[in-house]
């Protein structure tokens, strides 16, 4: 296969960005969760093509797009826990010494950009992958608890169904049958 000239390069704008993580986004959430095959995304890139112009995308295109998002998306939720950066959530920036960022950035080399943009259309990266698997009665946004159960309350009846006693106070009293884990 010949190799591509640098005029051959799909070139991702942020107009072309912000569309494709919309589309991944509805389908991801209309999916429950799942992410496009690669019809769909041979769909969109026809769509991309009749729409912008320049340059054809294909169904790979979009694919490889994907992963680099994800990529990034995971190298973004690093940031917000590695020790010796800082991360400002008002101006969505890094704030760390140039030594430090130079150690994070060897793992995540695509997250360069991070350190003085943010993470554009953050609210659509965490839409589309983030990974929620919580059902039942543990099926609810981390934003929000529903009204009429407290966080433990499905873990508190299934113990009960199981006679598991879980004591944490230093002078435990055995029940019959129960199983005891003292955590002191």
Same mark, same amino acid.
């Given at each position: 296969?010949?190799?591509?000239?640098?005029?051959?390069?799909?070139?991702?704008?942020?107009?072309?960005?912000?569309?494709?993580?919309?589309?991944?986004?509805?389908?991801?959430?209309?999916?429950?969760?799942?992410?496009?095959?690669?019809?769909?995304?041979?769909?969109?890139?026809?769509?991309?093509?009749?729409? /912008?112009? %320049?340059?054809?995308?294909?169904?790979?295109? *979009?694919?490889?797009?994907?992963? #680099?998002? =994800?990529?990034? +998306?995971?190298?973004?939720?690093?940031?917000?826990?590695?020790?010796?950066?800082?991360?400002?959530?008002?101006?969505?920036?890094?704030?760390?010494?140039?030594?430090?960022?130079?150690? /994070?950035? %060897?793992?995540?080399?695509?997250?360069?950009? *991070?350190?003085?943009?943010?993470? #554009?259309? =953050?609210?659509? +990266?965490?839409?589309?992958?983030?990974?929620?698997?919580?059902?039942?009665?543990?099926?609810?946004?981390?934003?929000?608890?529903?009204?009429?159960?407290?966080?433990?309350?499905?873990?508190?009846?299934?113990?009960?169904?199981?006679?598991?006693?879980?004591?944490?106070?230093?002078?435990?009293?055995?029940?019959?049958?129960?199983?005891?884990?003292?955590?002191?």
């Amino acid at each position: 296969m010949p190799r591509k000239t640098s005029g051959d390069h799909y070139f991702w704008d942020a107009a072309k960005e912000t569309k494709f993580l919309i589309q991944l986004s509805e389908y991801v959430e209309c999916s429950g969760g799942k992410h496009p095959p690669k019809a769909t995304l041979e769909l969109w890139a026809a769509q991309f093509n009749a729409e /912008f112009g %320049g340059v054809p995308a294909h169904g790979k295109t *979009l694919y490889q797009k994907k992963e #680099r998002m =994800k990529k990034i +998306y995971n190298g973004w939720k690093a940031l917000q826990t590695r020790t010796g950066l800082g991360y400002d959530p008002n101006t969505d920036r890094v704030v760390c010494s140039d030594e430090a960022w130079h150690s /994070f950035i %060897g793992r995540f080399k695509e997250c360069n950009h *991070l350190r003085y943009e943010g993470l #554009r259309n =953050k609210e659509l +990266y965490v839409k589309i992958f983030e990974q929620q698997h919580a059902a039942g009665a543990s099926g609810y946004g981390s934003v929000s608890m529903p009204g009429d159960s407290t966080p433990y309350s499905d873990v508190e009846a299934s113990m009960e169904d199981y006679g598991t006693h879980v004591g944490l106070e230093d002078d435990v009293t055995p029940t019959p049958g129960a199983r005891h884990f003292n955590a002191g």
